[in-house]
């Protein structure tokens, strides 16, 4: 379990939650593994199926502490909450920024601003890590490029501008990308993002990383009771969870990029485990599928320490972090919204 901002996070699977007191218990397999208090607790989210007793979902129904359930691989089930006035509150404001442009773009610019500072720290690290591989010049003019950008994006306040910059960044940084896989390059090659159907082995990849990603985030958004279909950046859509990808945007670089190109690089995926169907979309085969989940779940477990809480968490709470942070600037608990900056 990890407690993070007043949010109790159980990412343990077969762990059961129940009531003692005004205590909340976790048991695992009828042996007790901890017990807190729930006085200071704003919201409770729990990974697995087992789930937990109608006493402490009525009691965090009648305090206001909502309960969040999502499966071991983020997919968001259910949630328990008390009174909605806070999610009201917190839901309206969130309406009322998005309708206005440049309150949007003053939050959008941080998840741009983020998400381009991590590119760039991608490429600082392989000139770093793989001097004799790369070309380091490059890689070097590029960074600097974006180190430009992110300069012009800290003070933009408009909407159409941003995406034009991200624009700028995204031509930059994908000319790299190819640079970047060092392994199998004779079958695994990026010259364009190709979406719906992706063309070749990277794109699918690709395609399948960031689905898992969204769904991560959306989740996340749900659980601090934001709308992850109202967004800043992204416009509102019938049937897109913009707000989703706004927030994951910081995050396709550091987190979903680098988690493929390290399958690529470590040899875990083969070309044979690719087929090709007659409109030319590249699909993963189901047991390649499977390897690239399971290597998913490994990779969320990994801890880092966040660069704004200072604490130790794991990849798979970046997103559950980053939308807490966000509900409370917009609560106005935080003058601003403190974007993921890795390094």
């Known amino acids: 379990m990890k407690k993070l901002l007043n949010t109790l996070y159980i990412t343990q699977p077969s762990v059961y939650l129940s009531l003692d007191g005004d205590n909340i218990v976790l048991t695992k397999e009828q042996e007790k593994m901890g017990r807190l208090p ?34 071991m691989n983020g997919r968001f089930l259910a949630r328990v909450i008390g009174q909605s006035k806070g999610n009201v509150v917190l839901r309206k404001k969130q309406y009322i920024m998005s309708d206005n442009e440049t309150l949007s773009a003053r939050i959008a610019r ?28 490059q890689f070097k003019e590029t960074s600097k490029q974006l180190s430009s950008l992110i300069y012009e994006i800290r003070e933009c306040e408009q909407l159409d501008r941003l995406r034009g910059l991200e ?46 990603l969204a769904h991560d985030t959306a989740s996340a958004l749900e659980a601090v009771g934001l709308d992850a279909y109202v967004g800043f950046l992204h416009r509102d859509r019938p049937g ?45 085969t189901p047991e390649a599928r499977k ?14 320490t966040h660069p704004y809480l200072g604490e130790k968490i794991s ?21 601003e919204y ?5 390094k």
């Open 38 to 71: 729930l006085h200071n607790l704003e919201s409770i989210v729990a990974f697995g199926y087992t789930g937990a007793s109608p006493a402490l979902m009525g009691y965090c129904a009648e305090n206001n502490i909502s309960m969040m359930f999502l499966s």
């Open 110 to 137: 941080n998840f741009i601003l983020a998400k381009i500072f991590n590119q760039k720290w991608m490429l600082e690290r392989m000139t770093r890590e793989y001097p004799l591989r790369i070309d380091v010049a």
């Open 167 to 212: 624009g700028q960044a995204a031509v930059s940084y994908n000319k790299l990308f190819n640079e970047m896989i060092l392994q199998q390059k004779e079958d695994f090659y990026f010259y364009s993002r190709s979406r719906r159907p992706p063309l070749d082995n990277v794109n699918a990849m690709l395609s399948l990383a960031y689905t898992l």
């Open 240 to 284: 897109r969870a913009s707000l989703a990808l706004d927030l994951m945007e910081e995050l396709r670089g550091v987190l979903a990029d680098k988690f493929v190109l390290s399958l690529i690089n470590k040899k875990l995926v083969k070309k044979e485990d690719f087929l090709q169907k007659e409109n030319g979309a590249v699909i993963m």
């Open 291 to 304: 390897t690239f989940l399971v290597a998913w779940q490994t990779k969320k477990q990994e801890k880092i």
């Open 315 to 335: 990849w798979g709470l970046v997103p559950h972090a980053q939308a807490l942070l966000l509900a409370r600037h917009l609560r106005n608990d935080l003058d």
């Open 338 to 342: 403190p974007p993921f900056l890795w």
